[in-house]
T-cell receptor
Framework: EDKVVQSPLSLVVHEGDTVTLNCSYE??????LLWYKQEKKAPTFLFML????IEKKSGRLSSILDKKELFSILNITATQTGDSAIYLC????????????FGKGTLLTVNP | SQTIHQWPATLVQPVGSPLSLECTVE??????LYWYRQAAGRGLQLLFY??????ISSEVPQNLSASRPQDRQFILSSKKLLLSDSGFYLC????????????FGSGTRLTVV
């Protein structure tokens, strides 16, 4: 059974701090790993990673994948209160159905 | 551009009542469609997926069913709701051939009382 584990489950920081969120996985026929940000409603897409060692960056957020060690990290620098959200990691496994297996998420709270 | 619509946004239903949640996608053909549930533990659990009209795969045994009567329409149903059916339900679609990533609908918060 495919498995995605995120850590920590929750995190409280102050504005300006840098945070690192972790995601490890065990899946068959790996295709890609995705990060989503979920505030009050639907998750919104952040990054998709398919190759090891290539950093994806968007503003203060960045992410990298290690396919040998089966994990990914999501970094947020100079955090702001608007970064408060649940961050979800998901892995796309192969086959014709293109399923995503999600972790439980990391609840990030950024205090002013 | 593609858009996904999901309704209603919130729903409060008594135990034993029926359920129908609808999801439609615009701007694409033959999408893969998915229903997820997010309970208090925050992880997203895949309930059903569909790769074509009338083709439904169920991931977990439960009190719910899904149907795809048209190419871009996906419906989640129940004949008799249980308290444990409460949660946040998300519809999603992904391209058939690319298979990378999903776009989610805005979700339905269901409370069974």
């Amino acid at each position: 059974e495919d498995k995605v584990v995120q850590s920590p489950l929750s995190l409280v920081v102050h504005e300006g701090d840098t945070v690192t969120l972790n995601c490890s996985y065990e899946v068959t026929n790996f295709r890609s790993l995705l990060w989503y940000k979920q505030e009050k409603k639907a998750p919104t897409f952040l990054f998709m990673l398919t190759s090891s060692g290539i950093e994806k960056k968007s503003g203060r957020l960045s992410s990298i994948l290690d396919k040998k060690e089966l994990f990914s990290i999501l970094n947020i620098t100079a955090t702001q209160t608007g970064d408060s959200a649940i961050y979800l990691c998901a892995v796309n496994s192969g086959g014709s159905n293109y399923k995503l297996t999600f972790g439980k998420g990391t609840l990030l709270t950024v205090n002013p | 551009s593609q858009t996904i619509h999901q309704w209603p946004a919130t729903l409060v239903q008594p135990v034993g009542s029926p359920l129908s949640l609808e999801c439609t996608v615009e701007g694409t053909s033959n999408p893969n469609l998915y229903w997820y549930r997010q309970a208090a533990g925050r992880g997203l659990q895949l309930l059903f997926y569909s790769v074509g009209i009338g083709q439904i795969s169920s991931e977990v045994p439960q009190n719910l069913s899904a149907s795809r009567p048209q190419d871009r329409q996906f419906i989640l149903s129940s004949k008799k709701l249980l308290l444990s059916d409460s949660g946040f339900y998300l519809c999603a679609w992904s391209p058939t051939l690319v298979g990378y990533g999903y776009t989610f609908g805005s979700g339905t918060r269901l409370t069974v009382v």
